[in-house]
């Protein structure tokens, strides 16, 4: 197995609402594993889906025979500016009918601005290709994909409680956490500075050593 070590600096400005306080709708500092995996190009969604239902489980768990894993994303340099919008109403529509996303139609917005950075890192068992460039959010911002680093994983040694590196989505994860900052955000809460005993593997990159848990695979309870 392998670890590649990305950048994703946005050129675009990145909303999609972590928080809504009222009419604000806050854009957070991390980045889904899951929507990662989809703008990346690993697995894909149908364009159309009647009834607005994620298929998680088929469409992120097939990646698991391939040994495919994409890591949440930590902002290292990240940016915000306010934004106010509305959307206008077709004023002849009379016909009512309920949203099936939840979209806001008006507010203000933080939005995670241009220029901003985050990092994350692909687990992989074969050679992997990522597009140069990816869109993301509610917008489809535009971001430019830059590889950091490619280690081998070995079994790391010494203690089998260690912090990991990255931010770590729970779910995927074998071990017993004892200490970690909980990020509270759909469609599952992601957990930053997570201190477990579990297996360990280490990759000695460019930027620096980079421990991850073992066996970290989709997982859906």
């Known amino acids: 197995m392998r670890l590649t070590h990305y950048r994703l600096t946005f050129h675009e400005n990145l909303f999609y ?7 604000l709708y806050e854009t957070g500092r991390y980045l889904h594993n899951y929507a990662l995996t989809y703008a990346l190009g690993l697995v894909h969604a149908p364009y159309f889906q009647a009834q607005q239902i994620p298929a998680y489980a088929e469409e992120l768990g097939a990646l698991n025979a391939r040994g495919i894993y994409v890591t949440p994303a930590r902002g290292v340099d990240v940016r915000y500016q306010l934004v106010t919008f509305k959307f206008a109403d077709n004023a002849y529509r009379v016909k009512m009918e309920p949203n099936s996303r939840n979209v806001p139609s008006f ?6 601005a241009v220029g901003s950075a985050f ?5 992989h068992r074969e050679p992997l290709k990522t597009p140069r460039w990816i869109r993301m959010g509610l917008w489809r911002s535009k971001a430019l994909v830059q590889i950091l ?4 994983l070995k079994p790391a040694s010494q203690s089998k409680e260690k912090i990991a590196s990255l931010p770590l989505n729970p779910l995927d994860v074998e071990g017993d956490f004892r200490i970690y900052d909980l990020i509270s955000m759909p469609p599952s809460s992601l957990v930053e500075n997570a201190r477990l005993e579990a297996d360990w593997y280490e990759a000695e990159l460019p930027t620096g050593m ?5 066996n970290m695979i989709y997982r859906f309870y």
């Open 17 to 23: 609402a972590t928080r809504e306080i009222g009419r």
């Open 107 to 112: 507010g203000r917005a933080k939005e995670v």
């Open 119 to 123: 990092e994350f890192a692909v687990i």
């Open 149 to 152: 680093g490619e280690a081998e």
């Open 210 to 214: 980079m421990f991850v848990p073992a």
